[in-house]
Protein backbone atom coordinates (compact mmCIF):
# COMPACT_ATOMS: atom_id res chain seq x y z
CA UNK A 1 0.00 0.00 0.00
CA UNK A 2 2.77 2.21 0.84
CA UNK A 3 4.52 1.13 -2.27
CA UNK A 4 1.18 2.67 -4.49
CA UNK A 5 1.21 6.13 -2.72
CA UNK A 6 5.05 6.66 -3.90
CA UNK A 7 4.11 5.69 -7.14
CA UNK A 8 0.59 8.05 -7.13
CA UNK A 9 3.14 10.91 -5.47
CA UNK A 10 5.95 10.31 -8.27
CA UNK A 11 2.79 10.63 -10.89
CA UNK A 12 1.38 13.33 -9.92
CA UNK A 13 4.87 15.05 -9.38
CA UNK A 14 5.77 13.90 -12.96
CA UNK A 15 3.00 15.21 -14.30
CA UNK A 16 3.55 18.69 -12.77
CA UNK A 17 6.83 19.07 -14.18
CA UNK A 18 5.44 17.93 -17.69
CA UNK A 19 2.92 20.77 -17.83
CA UNK A 20 5.37 23.59 -15.94
CA UNK A 21 6.73 24.24 -19.36
CA UNK A 22 3.88 24.75 -21.10
CA UNK A 23 2.54 26.75 -18.83
CA UNK A 24 5.65 28.61 -18.31
CA UNK A 25 5.41 29.59 -22.27
CA UNK A 26 2.07 31.15 -21.79
CA UNK A 27 2.41 32.84 -18.30
CA UNK A 28 5.91 33.78 -16.67
CA UNK A 29 6.78 32.22 -13.20
CA UNK A 30 6.63 35.49 -11.85
CA UNK A 31 2.83 35.85 -12.86
CA UNK A 32 2.07 32.56 -12.05
CA UNK A 33 3.30 32.46 -8.65
CA UNK A 34 1.23 35.93 -7.42
CA UNK A 35 -1.47 34.74 -9.04
CA UNK A 36 -0.82 31.14 -7.16
CA UNK A 37 0.04 32.70 -4.09
CA UNK A 38 0.63 36.44 -4.21
CA UNK A 39 2.56 38.39 -1.61
CA UNK A 40 1.26 40.65 0.76
CA UNK A 41 1.81 44.72 -0.79
CA UNK A 42 4.14 46.59 1.76
CA UNK A 43 1.90 49.54 3.76
CA UNK A 44 2.89 52.43 4.55
CA UNK A 45 2.38 56.06 3.57
CA UNK A 46 3.50 59.67 4.39
CA UNK A 47 2.03 62.26 6.78
CA UNK A 48 2.36 66.10 5.54
CA UNK A 49 1.14 68.07 8.61
CA UNK A 50 1.77 71.82 8.75
CA UNK A 51 1.85 74.86 11.36
CA UNK A 52 2.53 78.60 11.77
CA UNK A 53 5.10 80.09 13.51
CA UNK A 54 6.98 83.26 13.89
CA UNK A 55 10.27 83.82 11.68
CA UNK A 56 12.97 86.14 11.74
CA UNK A 57 11.09 87.46 9.04
CA UNK A 58 8.05 87.32 9.76
CA UNK A 59 5.05 84.46 9.36
CA UNK A 60 6.35 80.66 8.28
CA UNK A 61 4.61 77.79 6.94
CA UNK A 62 6.59 74.90 8.56
CA UNK A 63 5.79 71.94 6.91
CA UNK A 64 6.41 68.37 8.18
CA UNK A 65 7.29 64.72 6.09
CA UNK A 66 6.64 61.46 8.32
CA UNK A 67 6.46 58.39 6.27
CA UNK A 68 5.41 55.20 8.14
CA UNK A 69 5.24 51.45 7.31
CA UNK A 70 7.89 50.87 4.60
CA UNK A 71 7.71 54.68 2.94
CA UNK A 72 11.11 56.30 2.49
CA UNK A 73 11.33 59.72 1.39
CA UNK A 74 13.42 60.25 -1.90
CA UNK A 75 16.04 62.81 -1.64
CA UNK A 76 16.23 63.50 -5.43
CA UNK A 77 13.75 64.74 -6.78
CA UNK A 78 13.14 65.93 -2.83
CA UNK A 79 10.33 67.71 -1.90
CA UNK A 80 8.66 70.99 -3.02
CA UNK A 81 6.06 73.50 -0.86
CA UNK A 82 4.39 75.76 -3.03
CA UNK A 83 2.31 78.26 -1.14
CA UNK A 84 -1.56 78.98 -2.84
CA UNK A 85 -3.31 82.25 -3.15
CA UNK A 86 -5.93 82.81 -0.78
CA UNK A 87 -8.27 83.37 -3.23
CA UNK A 88 -8.27 82.20 -7.31
CA UNK A 89 -6.59 85.37 -9.03
CA UNK A 90 -4.75 86.68 -6.48
CA UNK A 91 -0.73 86.34 -6.00
CA UNK A 92 0.42 83.42 -4.25
CA UNK A 93 1.66 84.63 -0.52
CA UNK A 94 5.30 83.58 -1.19
CA UNK A 95 7.91 81.51 -3.15
CA UNK A 96 8.04 77.76 -3.43
CA UNK A 97 10.51 75.96 -1.10
CA UNK A 98 12.25 72.74 -2.17
CA UNK A 99 14.63 70.40 -0.21
CA UNK A 100 16.29 67.86 -2.43
CA UNK A 101 19.71 66.10 -1.54
CA UNK A 102 21.36 64.45 -4.71
CA UNK A 103 23.95 63.20 -2.43
CA UNK A 104 21.73 59.78 -0.62
CA UNK A 105 18.95 58.10 -2.34
CA UNK A 106 16.54 58.62 1.03
CA UNK A 107 16.35 61.48 3.66
CA UNK A 108 17.42 59.88 6.68
CA UNK A 109 15.42 62.14 9.50
CA UNK A 110 11.77 63.57 9.23
CA UNK A 111 11.99 66.35 6.98
CA UNK A 112 11.04 70.11 7.97
CA UNK A 113 10.63 72.88 5.35
CA UNK A 114 9.77 76.55 6.20
CA UNK A 115 8.39 78.64 4.37
CA UNK A 116 7.80 82.77 4.37
CA UNK A 117 4.52 83.02 4.23
CA UNK A 118 2.19 86.43 4.06
CA UNK A 119 -0.93 85.98 6.24
CA UNK A 120 -4.03 87.41 4.95
CA UNK A 121 -7.37 88.19 7.22
CA UNK A 122 -9.50 85.63 8.09
CA UNK A 123 -7.55 83.35 5.39
CA UNK A 124 -5.77 79.50 6.28
CA UNK A 125 -2.53 79.56 4.79
CA UNK A 126 -2.57 77.01 1.71
CA UNK A 127 0.39 75.13 0.00
CA UNK A 128 0.48 72.03 -1.99
CA UNK A 129 3.04 69.70 -1.05
CA UNK A 130 4.72 67.61 -3.60
CA UNK A 131 6.96 64.62 -3.05
CA UNK A 132 8.39 61.28 -4.45
CA UNK A 133 8.36 57.95 -1.67
CA UNK A 134 9.27 54.54 -2.26
CA UNK A 135 7.62 51.26 0.00
CA UNK A 136 10.12 49.31 -2.17
CA UNK A 137 13.06 50.01 -3.54
CA UNK A 138 11.58 49.28 -6.84
CA UNK A 139 7.89 50.42 -6.65
CA UNK A 140 7.97 54.29 -5.92
CA UNK A 141 5.46 56.86 -6.19
CA UNK A 142 4.52 60.63 -6.35
CA UNK A 143 2.80 62.36 -3.72
CA UNK A 144 0.73 65.26 -3.77
CA UNK A 145 -0.94 67.53 -0.05
CA UNK A 146 -3.06 70.27 0.20
CA UNK A 147 -2.56 71.52 3.31
CA UNK A 148 -4.99 74.41 4.79
CA UNK A 149 -3.34 75.73 8.04
CA UNK A 150 -5.25 78.37 10.01
CA UNK A 151 -3.03 81.15 11.91
CA UNK A 152 -2.55 80.57 15.13
CA UNK A 153 -4.00 82.57 17.77
CA UNK A 154 -0.42 83.00 19.30
CA UNK A 155 1.25 84.31 16.33
CA UNK A 156 -2.01 86.69 15.70
CA UNK A 157 -1.70 88.16 19.20
CA UNK A 158 2.17 89.08 18.39
CA UNK A 159 1.26 90.58 15.10
CA UNK A 160 -2.20 91.95 14.75
CA UNK A 161 -1.60 93.30 11.73
CA UNK A 162 -0.64 89.81 10.28
CA UNK A 163 -4.24 88.38 11.18
Known sequence: MRAAADVLRRAALALALLMAPAAGAAEPLAELLQRIAPAPPPTGGVAVTGRIEAGPQGAELVVSLAPHGAAKLVADPG???TPLPPVPGASAPG???EL???SVDYLRAVPELRVPVRIARNAPVTARVDYAYC???SQCLFGEALLQVEPDAALCA???AAC
Open 158 to 160: TDL
Open 95 to 97: APV
Open 79 to 81: ITV
Open 135 to 137: LVD
Open 100 to 102: VDP
